[in-house]
């Protein structure tokens, strides 16, 4: 597959220049790591989450296939080996700054999310140890409703979401898997994810299948993945959130796509050959989704009115933003959001007619 040569090929190329930087100029360990506090939505209430992000030795599909075309969190991580200590102290760190910055005994619900640019439960990730003692500590707390991380179905057993469960039996333990679409073609020949439908069913079900604690299963869905038009993007986000919802995952996360260095993505966004949806796009499937589907739906704003994110004009770029934030808070639809109107929206509306009939996955708003 020449998609997946390339591909494998920009990864290599880009590790090697990572490498080589870092074994010339060495970086701390902890310059890898962030953390941050947002209000965001849990499953019963509006409250805060604290985000924490950890550095490790990388993604392993990452690594080991090129991994997938849009993603380059790998490229943030060390590179190396940590111990289970070095990641321990670190995410202490990074918890004990944000937990410090809210008043507990005001709070009955808040979150945690942890991302580590690869799959929480992979052990070559991130150590059984570190696991362990990273739960231990969130179970301390009992406002801490939610613990969600990210993982790949192959790491996700019944053995090891018992082990979880053991730990912190008294909270949502959610895992957040890389969907993307439930078009089979697009996710192994366009995103290079590496998951079946039949992986993911069954992935699901195991996660469902435990009754005796909390473990729930999130998908996430890309908004707009490279080589289909924005046309194309609309509809398979939609029947993706619909497959997912059926398959027994109970939350939606929407990723609108952005350009990240070092991708198979931005190789063709250089050459012209990709733009990253419209915002208008974006409203359009959460517009469409919730008519189909009635489990959450998140739709990530990262990224939203930059050169590389999702953008619809100077005018609305970040009203749209925001109103989309409050959807995602309040499950709702507001009346401003359904009815908001712009100039740019012609422009949007022509784009998903002439890429049809143009047969090309590159937004003609960029030639007028």
């Known amino acids: 597959m020449q998609i997946q040569e390339l591909n494998k090929k920009i990864r290599e190329k880009s590790l090697r220049k990572i490498k080589e930087k870092q074994e010339h100029k060495p970086k701390p360990l902890e310059s890898f790591s962030a953390s941050w506090l947002s209000i965001d939505r849990l499953y019963d209430s509006v409250d805060y989450t604290i985000f924490i992000v950890l550095p490790t030795s990388g993604c392993q599909w990452a690594k080991d296939s090129g991994g997938c075309t849009m993603c380059s969190y790998i490229n943030d991580s060390p590179l190396v080996d940590l111990t289970p200590?070095?990641?321990?102290?670190?995410?202490?760190?990074?918890?004990?700054?944000?937990?410090?910055?809210?008043?507990?005994?005001?709070?009955?619900?808040?979150?945690?999310?942890?991302?580590?640019?690869?799959?929480?439960?992979?052990?070559?990730?991130?150590?059984?140890?570190?696991?362990?003692?990273?739960?231990?500590?969130?179970?301390?707390?009992?406002?801490?409703?939610?613990?969600?991380?990210?993982?790949?179905?192959?790491?996700?057993?019944?053995?090891?979401?018992?082990?979880?469960?053991?730990?912190?039996?008294?909270?949502?333990?959610?895992?957040?898997?890389?969907?993307?679409?439930?078009?089979?073609?697009?996710?192994?020949?366009?995103?290079?994810?590496?998951?079946?439908?039949?992986?993911?069913?069954?992935?699901?079900?195991?996660?469902?299948?435990?009754?005796?604690?909390?473990?729930?299963?999130?998908?996430?869905?890309?908004?707009?993945?490279?080589?289909?038009?924005?046309?194309?993007?609309?509809?398979?986000?939609?029947?993706?959130?619909?497959?997912?919802?059926?398959?027994?995952?109970?939350?939606?996360?929407?990723?609108?796509?952005?350009?990240?260095?070092?991708?198979?993505?931005e190789y063709l966004w250089k050459r012209g050959s990709y733009q990253p949806p419209w915002i208008w796009s974006t409203i359009e499937i959460i517009k469409q989704t919730t008519k189909k589907v009635d489990i959450p739906i998140i739709m990530d704003t990262a990224g939203f009115g930059t050169r590389r994110g999702p953008f619809n004009c100077k005018k609305c770029n970040e009203k749209l933003k925001n109103l989309i934030i409050k959807y995602n808070q309040e499950q709702e639809i507001s009346e401003e959001l359904e009815n908001y109107s712009c100039s740019c929206q012609d422009n949007w509306k022509a784009d998903l007619e002439f890429t049809e009939i143009l047969q090309t996955t590159t937004n003609p708003k960029d030639y007028l």
């Not at 949502?172 to 089979?184: D, P, R, V, Y």
């Not at 986000?237 to 398959?247: H, R, W």
Request: proline share 3%; glycine share 4%; charged share 30%.
């Open 85 to 265: 200590d070095e990641i321990n102290n670190i995410f202490n760190n990074e918890w004990e700054k944000q937990i410090s910055k809210i008043d507990l005994e005001k709070h009955d619900s808040i979150a945690v999310k942890i991302f580590v640019s690869g799959s929480f439960l992979n052990t070559n990730e991130i150590p059984l140890k570190t696991r362990n003692q990273i739960l231990i500590i969130l179970n301390q707390y009992p406002q801490l409703k939610e613990v969600i991380v990210e993982s790949k179905p192959e790491y996700i057993t019944k053995e090891t979401l018992l082990e979880v469960g053991k730990i912190i039996p008294k909270k949502i333990f959610e895992i957040g898997i890389g969907l993307e679409t439930s078009n089979e073609e697009t996710r192994l020949k366009k995103i290079n994810k590496g998951i079946t439908n039949k992986t993911f069913e069954e992935c699901v079900n195991t996660i469902n299948n435990i009754e005796e604690y909390d473990i729930r299963a999130k998908a996430y869905l890309l908004v707009k993945p490279i080589l289909i038009s924005e046309k194309q993007a609309i509809q398979e986000a939609v029947d993706s959130a619909v497959y997912a919802e059926k398959v027994g995952v109970k939350r939606i996360a929407y990723c609108p796509a952005t350009i990240h260095s070092h991708t198979f993505m």
